[in-house]
């Protein structure tokens, strides 16, 4: 099971930080990925992270703005979000994976979803 939170409204500039907490299985034997879906449009895949090492991947439209990490010890994913902008409102999910080296942000490649955080950006 995962479950996200963190999600909120913030002014354009601002930021925020997502959490991404699993259950009923080792984080670490799982890549992950953080996901958005804006009202009236598609899935967007937004950051990757495979499991160890920890290759991440990362949609042009938010490259230098949002990071990911993970911390297997706690069960938890991160995505950290800076200089948003109104476009970033969407319903943010995490994800997660078990194909060992796939670094992919393609929704159809991931098994397991969280419920959903929404982010509003807008002031």
């Known amino acids: 099971q995962l479950v996200e939170s963190g999600g909120g409204l913030v002014q354009p500039g601002g930021s925020l930080r997502l959490s991404c907490v699993a259950s009923?299985?080792?984080?670490?034997?799982?890549?992950m990925g953080w996901f958005r879906q804006a009202p009236g449009k598609a899935r967007e895949g937004v950051l990757s992270?495979?499991?160890?090492?920890?290759?991440?991947k990362y949609a042009d439209s938010v490259k230098d703005r949002f990071t990911i990490n993970r911390d297997d010890f706690n069960n938890t994913v991160y995505l950290q979000m800076n200089r948003l902008k109104p476009e970033d409102t969407a319903v943010y999910y995490c994800?997660?994976?078990?194909?060992?080296?796939?670094?992919?942000?393609?929704?159809?490649?991931?098994?397991?979803w969280g419920q959903g955080t929404q982010v509003t950006v807008s002031s």
């Open positions: 994800a997660a994976h078990s194909i060992h080296g796939l670094l992919t942000l393609s929704a159809s490649d991931y098994v397991y």
């Open positions: 009923g299985g080792s984080l670490g034997d799982y890549a």
């Open positions: 992270i495979t499991r160890r090492p920890s290759f991440t």
